[in-house]
C-alpha cells in the first residue's frame, strides 16, 4: 500500500460526496507581489493601500483570480490529479475581499457525474467554495472536469448531470466589494476616465496588446498556488503525451487576459463573479496572448449607488491579434463540453469567459 | 471611439504640460523580495533591517534603483507608448529615503521637444517626479525619448531643447541617506574593507562577474514595475519587429550593472544621484552582462562628516568581460543622442552610466 | 591591487581559522512567497499561520531549506568562490526556528584541510553556524569543498581530515520544533493521514512526480539567497567551461527533492538535521527531477510525545522516475568524496540525502 496520494478515478466520486482539501494557505504580500510580477495587473485599487482606503476598502485587497487559482489549487490533489480536460466553470461568486493575512482553505462537494460512452472517462462535476480563517465563505464556483477511470469495466454511478446557472442574478452581485465613496474614486490616478455608465451593451473592445508566456512564468505562477496538476511541470513525462509539452494551467490564460483588459476596461476593479468560462484550446509555453472583450449587459446593483456591473465576454487568443474580435461561436461559455467546431469557428481562440465585473458609477 | 489607452505621439506634447500618472503603488516586503531574486543585490543596508537601523535607517530603504523602475513605469502610458528609443537621463536626484508600505506615484512635465529631420519622430523631454503618499517627492529626472509622430505632415510645435545639467553638485546630494554612525556600520558585514576614502579619482574597478538574462527574468522584473512597453513582451509582434525579438527594458540592465558593482564597491550602499545616462546597445535574453567602473570624482557632503559621494561612470558590456575598460567614446553619459560611432567605439558596451554613490566615512 | 573580492584560494584556509561573512539578511514573507513560487511545498505548517498557531508555533516558520540555503549563500564569497566542486555535508543541525522578520548572519571554521595528490587542489573542511539577531544560533553544518590553489607550488598546509558524525543522535534533535499538541493537528488540512507511527524501518516510497527546472529559476532561487557562485550565472564564460552550460546551484536539487517527499510524506514539516549529503551529479535547466526515499530508521525524541523522527534516506534522479529506487551504491551519504562509481550505479542519480524529519506522533 503506498503512501503517496492515489488520487481519485471517476468511478471513486459519489453524488453528495463533500471532500475537505489540504493545505490552508496564509496569502501574504509577497504572493500579491509575486502575481504581480507574473501578470502586471495595474487596477489602482490592488496596488495602492492609499488608493484603496481612500474609496473605503480598509487596504488593498488580493487580486480575485489569485484568490481563484489559490482556492482552486487546494482542490486539484482531490478531484483532478487524473484530469484529462478542465471543461468549464459556471457559478462562480466572489463572496467577500480576501486580504493579505487571511489564509484560505477549500471544501467541494461533487454535484453531478457522467460517464463518457467510452466508458474510459467521466465528467464530474465539482461545487468548490473557498474560505477564511474564520469560516466565512470568500468564493464558490462550478467547475467540471473529464476524469479517468481507473478500470473501464467499473460499474459507474448513475448519470447525474446538474442544472447549472448560465448567468448569475447581478441582485447576488456585490459582497465582495465595500461599500465606497465613488466620488473619492480618483479616474486620472485609476488610469481610465471610463466609468460604468460610459459603457453600453453589445459594445466591443480590443485590448490591443499581447503578453508572450515563458515555461518559467508559468510554472512559477502555478506552483505558487501549490497547484500540483502534473501535466505543467513535468517535461519528461509530457514529452511523450499528448502535446508533446507541458500543458500551461487554464488559469494562467485567465490572469493574462484580465491583465490585458486593463487597456480599455482599467476602471472595472474587481471581478464580482464568473458566469461561465471555456478553455477551448490548450496553451504552451512560447505562446502570445491577445484579448477583445463585448460588453453583454449593463446592470445597477440593487440599493447601491457607488458601483454598476458589467457583464462581460472576453475572448483571448493565441499568436493572433484581435482586431476582428476572432471566436468560436461553438465554445460559448458555459455550456458544457464543446458540441464541435464548426466552420465559423477561429482557431486562435483559447478561453472564452462570461463574467461580471464592477465599476464606480 | 477607442476606449483603450491611444498613447501619445510626439505632436500631442506641448511644452509646460504637466501629466499626473496612473496607477499609484504601494511598495512591499514582497516586491523588495522579488528584486532581490531578480538581480541579486547584497549591499547591507537593504539587506538587513537590523544593520540598516544600527546605522541609523528605520529599517532596511527600498532598493534606489526599484524606485527608479516603479517611477519609471508609471510614466510608460503617457510618455513612452509610442517611443522608439529612451535616448539619456539626466538630473536625477534620489531625494528621500523609501521604506515598504510607502505608496508611489508620479507626474511629469514636458520640458523640451525637438522634431527630427525627417519629420516622423521627434525627441521629447521629460521630467518626471516621483512622490510619497503625503506628497513629497522621492525622486526627480529627467529622460529625453524618441517619439514617433502620428502623422509627419503634422504640424510640431517649435524646437525647444533644455538646458540640462552635465552633473549634480555634491551640495544638492544626500537627502536620500539620513544622518549614519558611520562608526557603527561594520565593514565585515557589508563585504568589503573600502570606506569612502580608500577611493581616488582616475581608479578603474573591473566588476569581474557575469550575469546572464533570461526572458522570463525580464518580463517578470518589468511588470513588477507596471511598465507596458509593449517591446518587451510581445513575441509575436517583436519577431517582425526592428530586432526580431523582444528587447530588453533599459532599467534591467541598470539593475544588473548595479548589482555587479558591488564587487569593488560593497559600500556604495546608496545611489544618490545619476548625472546622466545612456543606453547605447539593445540587450536580448541570452545576453550576458559585465561591468566596470571609473571613479570619476571624489567629494564631501557639506555638512555631513558620515558619508563621502563618489562620481562614478560605469560601463556596462554583453558578452564581453571588462577588464580592458571597453568604451564607446562618441556615447559619453549625459550629452544626448549619439553623434555616431566611432572607430575607437567598443560594440559590445551597452550602458554608460555617470551617478554619485553614497559611502560611510 | 583591486577593490573585488579576490576569494580565498585553498593554500590561504588554515586550520582553526574563523570567518565571518558578509551580508546579514532579514527574512521576509516575500522570500517565502518568492521560496513556494519557485519549489512549490505543500507542508501546512509553513503554509499557513492559522495551522501553526493551532498546533503551538507563534505562526508559519520559514521553510528550514530556505534557511539553509541563505546561511550556505553567505559562506560562498569567502569559502567557495574558488570551488571545483561541493563535495558533501555532515553534521547539519537545525537548532531554532525562523520566523519572517528574523534577520541571518553566518559564521564559519576551518576544521580540516587536504591537499589533492594533484596538487593543484585541495579539500577545505568548513564548520559553518548561522545565526539570528538576537545571536542565537539557527543552523549548523560542516561542508567539505574542493577548493583552486593560486599556485600549485604553493606550500600546503599539513593534512588534517576531520571526524565527522556519520549520523546525528536523536538525542540533539527537536530544537528546531517548539512543544506541539499533535492532537490539534489537523490530517485533512495537513494532507497526508500517516502519522511517525504509520512509518517503519526499511520502507520505500516512490515520491511519483517529476519537476522540470529552468534556467530563470535557479537562477532567481540562487540569487534569493545571495549565493554569487560564479558557475550559476554566466553562460558567456560556462559556454567555454566544463558542461558547456550553467551549473544549478546543488541546494535547488535539494529543495526540488524535499517538495517531491511531500507526495508521501505530508506530515514530515520539519527537517530536523542533515546526517550527510552528497551531490552525485550535476544538474541543469531542462532536467526533470525525480525522487524517492527510504525510511532508514525511526526514532522518538527523549521528553517528546509530540513529535517523532524518521531517518530518511531520499535520492534525487534526473529524466528518470524512481519507481525502482535507483542508487549511486559509492555515492552514500555522508562518506566523502565519491571513491568511484561501480558496476550497479545508476547514472541517473544526482542527490543522496541522509537526514531526519519530524512528524506528529
Request: hydrophobic letters at 35%; charged letters at 20%.
Given at each position: 500500500?503506498?503512501?503517496t496520494n492515489p488520487g481519485n478515478f471517476f468511478e471513486d466520486f459519489r453524488i453528495g460526496q463533500s471532500i475537505r482539501h489540504a493545505t490552508p494557505r496564509t496569502v501574504t504580500a509577497g504572493d500579491v507581489a509575486l502575481y504581480n510580477g507574473l501578470f502586471g495587473p495595474r487596477f489602482a485599487v490592488q496596488s495602492s493601500d492609499v488608493?484603496?482606503?481612500t474609496i473605503g476598502y480598509p487596504r488593498s485587497p488580493v487580486d480575485d483570480l489569485l484568490v481563484f487559482h489559490v482556492v482552486f489549487g487546494k482542490t486539484v490533489p482531490d478531484i483532478s490529479l487524473h484530469a484529462i480536460a478542465n471543461l468549464g466553470y459556471a457559478g462562480c461568486l466572489f463572496r467577500a475581499p480576501v486580504y493579505p493575512g487571511?489564509?484560505?482553505?477549500?471544501?467541494?462537494e461533487v454535484i453531478g457525474l457522467k460517464e463518457n460512452s467510452s466508458r474510459k472517462t467521466g465528467v464530474v462535476y465539482i461545487r468548490s467554495t473557498g474560505f477564511k480563517q474564520d469560516g466565512s465563505p470568500v468564493l464558490?464556483?462550478?467547475r467540471w472536469v473529464m476524469?479517468?477511470?481507473r478500470d473501464a469495466t467499473a460499474e459507474a454511478p448513475a448519470d447525474h448531470v446538474p442544472r447549472l446557472p448560465a448567468l448569475l442574478d447581478p441582485k447576488v452581485l456585490g459582497a465582495g466589494c465595500p461599500p465606497l465613496d465613488a466620488n473619492a474614486y480618483d479616474l486620472v490616478f485609476a488610469g481610465s476616465p471610463h466609468r460604468h455608465g460610459d459603457y453600453h451593451k453589445g459594445e466591443k473592445i480590443d485590448h490591443v496588446d499581447g503578453i508572450t508566456v515563458e515555461e518559467a512564468e508559468h510554472q512559477i505562477a502555478t506552483r505558487l498556488?501549490?497547484?500540483?496538476?502534473r501535466i505543467h511541470f513535468n517535461q519528461f513525462a509530457e514529452s511523450k503525451g499528448r502535446f508533446g509539452r507541458r500543458l500551461i494551467y487554464g488559469g494562467h490564460a485567465i490572469s493574462l487576459a484580465r491583465t490585458l483588459t486593463f487597456?480599455?476596461?482599467g476602471n472595472a476593479f474587481h471581478i464580482a463573479a464568473i458566469n461561465g468560462g471555456r478553455h477551448v484550446a490548450p496553451i504552451f509555453a512560447g505562446c502570445t496572448l491577445f484579448a477583445w472583450s463585448e460588453v453583454l449587459d449593463t446592470s445597477e446593483l440593487p440599493g447601491r449607488a457607488d458601483v454598476g456591473a458589467l457583464r462581460l465576454r472576453t475572448v483571448a487568443t493565441k499568436d493572433q491579434p484581435c482586431a476582428d474580435f476572432p471566436l468560436k461561436v461553438h465554445a460559448r461559455a458555459g455550456q458544457g463540453p464543446d458540441p464541435g467546431a464548426g466552420a465559423d469557428d477561429d482557431p486562435a481562440v483559447i478561453l472564452d469567459l462570461d463574467y461580471w465585473v464592477l465599476l464606480p458609477r
Open positions: 500500500m503506498t503512501k488608493f484603496a482606503r487571511d489564509t484560505l482553505n477549500a471544501v467541494s464558490e464556483y462550478v476524469v479517468q477511470k498556488y501549490q497547484n500540483t496538476a487597456n480599455g476596461l
